[in-house]
């Protein structure tokens, strides 16, 4: 089943030298591909849009603040399960309960700071691809 999934990797990524590393997993996985990518800033605007069901959490805030604090590489990866597949890759939310192997789990210690986003459903997908990428069918 082939899928498409919109992946951020954080500012704590790019500042620490880590894009390489992190794309180079995605991108080596068999038949995957990359059909966009960018290197941007965040505004309050296009954060809050991505990041609407958590406007009002008490981490909102302080997330808003670290997501703009720095460049992000924004992308779009294609392929067989891209969704589950990059979801699998970066490991869970909390990198100390990340695997080692995981993205988050390597390299990862703070809940916030933990490097990538990656899109958790076919819809939510398509929302976030719009939102940074709007010129991709
Ligand atoms: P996900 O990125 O693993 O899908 P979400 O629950 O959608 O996790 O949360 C979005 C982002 O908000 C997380 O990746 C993390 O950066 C941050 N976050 C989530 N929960 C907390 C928390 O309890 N404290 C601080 N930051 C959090």
Redesign the pocket.
Known sequence: MSQRTLVLL?PDAVRRGLVGEILGRIEKKADWTISALELRRLDREVLEQH?A??VG????E??VE??ASGPVVALVAEGERVIEGV?AL?G???PIAAAPGSI?GDFGT?????L???S?SAESAEREIKIFFPGLA
Do not use: G, Q, S
């Open positions: 954080k990041y069901e958590h959490k008490p981490f909102y302080p997330l670290f997501m979801r970066a869970p939310t909390d988050r703070i809940v916030r700071e933990n990538i986003h990656a958790d």
